[in-house]
């Protein structure tokens, strides 16, 4: 709906309009003004007087002393400002609960470790008997702590970025998973307040994947060192056989270990572990709506980002088809999370070719790390 000059002078949402119009002075050069959802959005169609950052981060003081929050757009080769009704409440929730999460998946994963190494750490606490439980606790440590360390560094890399660029984020939010399976279904971070340009949606996105990615890397050495027992390579159960692989573990696999023909390695726990780690990462940079990847590819290529997704997104379809079924879940969960990236406030800004740059040996990495065929065989 167009509504600029034909309201009244003394009507509350012009004098608002004329308030912001003259907060641009000096910025940005206003040929078009218009009103969207009820006059709660003010649009100014123009021309940037400045570049893009620092145009932005003046029109944004400005506007906020008045209650409103700009995002910068391009349509059509003209420059838009949104103004949007209201300002952000970022409060970053309550730390008790991601304290009691945290304790709760510290229980459910060392459950999972401890029947990985052939304990039941549930019977053990029935049991009421102190021996038992210790045994099972230590014997499913390795594997929980491996764990929960390459998740909680993955979500603390997010939060910490997010914090040095000033955008409010929860701490993380472990996920238990009691019954079955790894123990956790993961872990994530809440961002509360809006990402300003794509500097910072790239910063953000890109930190916690890395980070992970540099714990889990030792702990495959180390989980790989610390697996000494080789068993025939038809047998099921917790053996490098049971597991998919990627060029990178395949790469540090045959530096570390000389196989026999015919055998596998039994894997230790810290290896499912980090190997658990490389896999999630892989998931975590494809190029697809709320996914780090889907951060970074919006970062780099902005609204084209769209059209990447929904080819990854028909991608994982044919990988499901092709290679492992698995990847029909990925793909469910991505499509009911959404495959379009919403922009940051400021959509113009360019992230620079040193951030171009590390986006490249993100591509590289993701194709390093990424597992086409997750199971193999059933490790439990």
Do not use: C
């Not at 196989?259 to 596998?264: E, K, R, V, W």
């Not at 171009?356 to 439990?380: A, S």
Request: hydrophobic share 50%; no cysteine.
């Amino acid at each position: 709906m167009q509504n600029s000059y034909s309201i009244p002078q003394t009507d509350p949402l012009q004098q608002i309009i004329n308030t912001l119009r003259g907060e641009l002075l000096g910025l940005f050069q206003v040929r078009t003004v218009a009103t969207r959802a009820r006059g709660r959005v003010i649009s100014f169609g123009g021309r940037l007087l400045y570049e893009p950052e620092m145009s932005y981060d003046e029109i944004s003081r400005r506007f906020l002393a008045h209650g409103y929050t700009p995002m910068l757009r391009r349509e059509k080769g003209e420059d838009i400002i949104l103004a949007m009704e209201g300002v952000v409440d970022a409060t970053t929730g309550n730390p008790l609960v991601n304290l009691l999460l945290f304790l709760a998946t510290i229980m459910t994963t060392l459950y999972a470790g401890a029947a990985l190494a052939g304990q039941d750490l549930l019977a053990a606490v029935l049991s009421q008997s102190p021996p038992l439980i210790t045994r099972a606790a230590l014997a499913g440590a390795p594997f929980a702590l491996a764990l929960i360390g390459i998740l909680g560094v993955h979500e603390l890399g997010h939060y910490i970025a997010a914090r040095l660029h000033g955008v409010r984020a929860t701490l993380p939010y472990f996920i238990p998973m009691p019954i079955g399976g790894l123990g956790t279904l993961g872990a994530f971070i809440a961002i509360k307040s809006p990402m300003k340009d794509r500097k910072v949606l790239f910063d953000i996105g890109l930190a916690g994947p890395i980070a992970g990615f540099v714990v889990a890397l030792p702990l495959m050495i180390i989980g790989l060192l610390l697996s000494t027992n080789f068993v025939p390579d038809y047998l099921s159960g917790q053996t490098l056989n049971s597991l998919g692989s990627s060029i990178l573990a395949d790469f540090i696999i045959d530096i570390f270990t000389d196989i026999p023909p015919g055998q596998t390695l039994a894997m230790h726990p810290i290896f499912f572990a980090a190997w658990l780690g490389f896999y999630l990462t892989g998931i975590n940079l494809l190029p697809v709506g709320q996914l780090d990847g889907g951060h970074v590819t919006y970062a780099l290529f902005g609204r084209f980002a769209h059209f990447i997704a929904i080819a990854s997104f028909l991608a994982l379809l044919a990988a499901g088809y092709l290679l492992h079924p698995n990847w029909y879940i990925w793909a469910l969960f991505i499509f009911l999370g959404g495959l379009r990236h919403p922009p940051p406030l400021n959509d113009l800004s360019d992230i620079g070719w040193p951030r171009k740059m590390i986006g490249l040996m993100t591509v590289i990495l993701f194709i390093l790390i990424i597992i086409p065929v997750p199971f193999v065989r059933n490790i439990f």
